[in-house]
Nanobody, 124 residues
C-alpha cells in the first residue's frame, strides 16, 4: 500500500490550499484516513481525520478553517485549508488507518500506513 500526497506549496496568510492523498494497492477497505502535520522542532500532531462512515475529527486549531473529505471509491482523502496562518506552516502527512488488503480469497489483518509528506508554507 502506498499513500501519495500532493497539493502543498507556498501561500500568503489568508490564502487557501487543497491537499490530496490517494491510497493505492490491493485495498479491500480502509477504516479511516487523515492528516497530521509536523513543524520544525515540534512533534507530529493530528490535524483532521475522517472515517469510512464519514465521521470527522479536527484539531481545535483548525476547526472552522479546514475541511476534510474523502472519496471512498478512489481511496482518496482531501484537506481543504482556508484562512491559512503562518502557524499552519509544517510538513503535512497523510495516513490511513486499519487498511485491509486482499490476500487470496480473503484479506490480510489491518495495518496503518503513512504518506511521504507535503510541505505547506504560509508567509505573513
Amino acid at each position: 500500500v502506498q499513500l501519495q500526497a500532493s497539493g502543498g506549496g507556498l501561500v500568503q496568510a489568508g490564502g487557501s490550499l487543497r491537499l490530496s492523498c490517494a491510497a493505492s494497492g490491493s485495498i479491500f477497505s480502509i477504516n479511516a484516513m487523515g492528516w497530521y502535520r509536523q513543524a520544525p522542532g515540534k512533534q507530529r500532531d493530528l490535524v483532521a481525520t475522517i472515517t469510512s462512515g464519514g465521521a470527522t475529527n479536527y484539531a481545535d486549531s483548525v476547526k472552522g478553517r479546514f475541511t476534510i473529505s474523502k472519496d471512498n471509491a478512489k481511496n482518496t482523502v482531501y484537506l481543504q485549508m482556508n484562512s491559512l496562518k503562518p502557524e499552519d506552516t509544517a510538513v503535512y502527512y497523510c495516513y490511513a488507518e486499519g487498511v485491509r488488503t486482499y490476500y487470496g480469497s480473503g484479506y490480510r489483518p489491518p495495518n496503518d500506513y503513512w504518506g511521504q509528506g507535503t510541505q505547506v508554507t504560509v508567509s505573513s
